[in-house]
């Protein structure tokens, strides 16, 4: 039995793998490792592919960091500098309610001209408006910024994000965890060992998360093994994260000059990789608003069973060119889904089932 009989022997038999096992995956073909991933998929939720009816929301692109891969940031490129009012926020807000959305997703740039009441603030009125709508925001990098800038500890601020209504964390601002990689393109964001003490501390909680990874820029493959093990670490141990979502690096209006941008088969390959190592995580999320639509669904076929939601409107991967401004309306997500051999299934926030888009099925 030769070398790569034996991984895939182990991971028929529901092994873990470790970092060298982790790394060898990517030896394997992509079909072998489309179909390893895919049976693991097909055990836990047959051919459903979730999906929210969400509207992201991102109230301010003003930011004191400077990172190489961002679009969004005014900084930088973008001269065209902005802040939303709580006004303009709630009546996005309001809109989006009025659309359907069960959440709202709300992250942003690391503003230091305004206070801590501008953030908080707007969680606070739109749960007094609409108590039922799910707030998911501020990544770790955000909660590191605002605890750093207005002298509080993680505790404290975590614990204003819960009294305010925020009621679970996005998993941005990961990118790759290692540290040299992060120091050449994201020097002075929140360092990989804060991002997980965050996470860690918000699962201490009882409030669940996501978790991301930034790839196909400067990493290499053993970098988001690592970064992939790191999270698995902390999964055994809190059990909070609700999905993992490789993020695939958008090239255009940054800073980080990416000679070789990552192959659909190098993209999907990762995916299935992350569902073969990532056995305590529940969901893989291939978010097609930095995957494209057609490769998310494809992804579908190699691990992932979510496809993020219909967002409304998003800005950030939109600046560096994602096809996500304007978001898809939720006819053609679910037909989409559909067509590609799939059962659309609309979940909650956590992953609680909503209803089932299954011709003959019980809505």
Request: net charge negative.
């Amino acid at each position: 039995m030769n070398t790569h009989d034996e991984l895939i022997a182990r991971i028929e038999a529901g092994e873990r793998l470790g970092r060298e096992e982790g790394e060898a995956l990517y030896d394997l073909d992509l079909l072998t490792l489309g179909q390893l991933a895919s049976q693991i998929r097909e055990r836990r939720y047959g051919r459903k592919s979730f999906f929210n009816v969400n509207r992201h929301i991102n109230p301010t692109n003003v930011c004191k960091d400077i990172c190489k891969f961002c679009a969004y940031s005014a900084s930088r490129k973008n001269p065209n500098q902005y802040t939303m009012s709580h006004e303009e926020i709630l009546t996005i807000a309001d809109e989006a309610v009025k659309r359907g959305a069960k959440e709202v997703h709300i992250v942003s740039a690391h503003n230091p001209e305004v206070g801590l009441e501008w953030y908080l603030g707007a969680f606070r009125k739109i749960k007094e408006a609409h108590p039922g709508l799910h707030i998911k925001a501020l990544t770790a990098a955000e909660v590191n910024f605002l605890a750093e800038s207005n002298g509080l500890s993680y505790d404290e601020m975590i614990d204003l994000m819960i009294e305010s209504g925020v009621d679970s964390m996005p998993g941005g601002g990961a990118e790759i965890f290692d540290e040299e990689i992060r120091d050449y393109i994201c020097k002075g964001k929140v360092s990989s060992d804060d991002w997980l003490l965050i996470h860690r501390k918000w699962h201490e909680r009882g409030r669940e998360s996501n978790a991301t990874m930034l790839f196909g820029h400067v990493e290499k493959r053993a970098h988001r093994i690592d970064h992939m093990l790191r999270l698995r670490d902390l999964q055994d141990e809190t059990g909070g994260f609700n999905a993992f979502i490789p993020l695939v690096y958008q090239r255009h209006n940054n800073f980080l000059k990416v000679e070789e941008f990552p192959t659909a088969q190098e993209i999907l390959k990762t995916y299935a990789i992350a569902r073969i190592l990532l056995d305590n995580i529940p969901h893989i999320k291939a978010y097609w608003a930095t995957s494209t639509v057609g490769l998310a669904l494809l992804a579908q076929e190699f691990g992932a069973d979510d496809l993020d939601g219909t967002i409304q409107r998003e800005s950030i991967q939109s600046a560096a060119g994602a096809p996500s401004a304007e978001g898809l309306p939720l006819e053609e997500f679910i037909a989409l889904i559909r067509n590609s051999g799939f059962i659309p299934v609309e979940r909650d926030s956590l992953y609680n089932e909503l209803r089932i888009y299954d011709e003959g099925a019980a809505a």
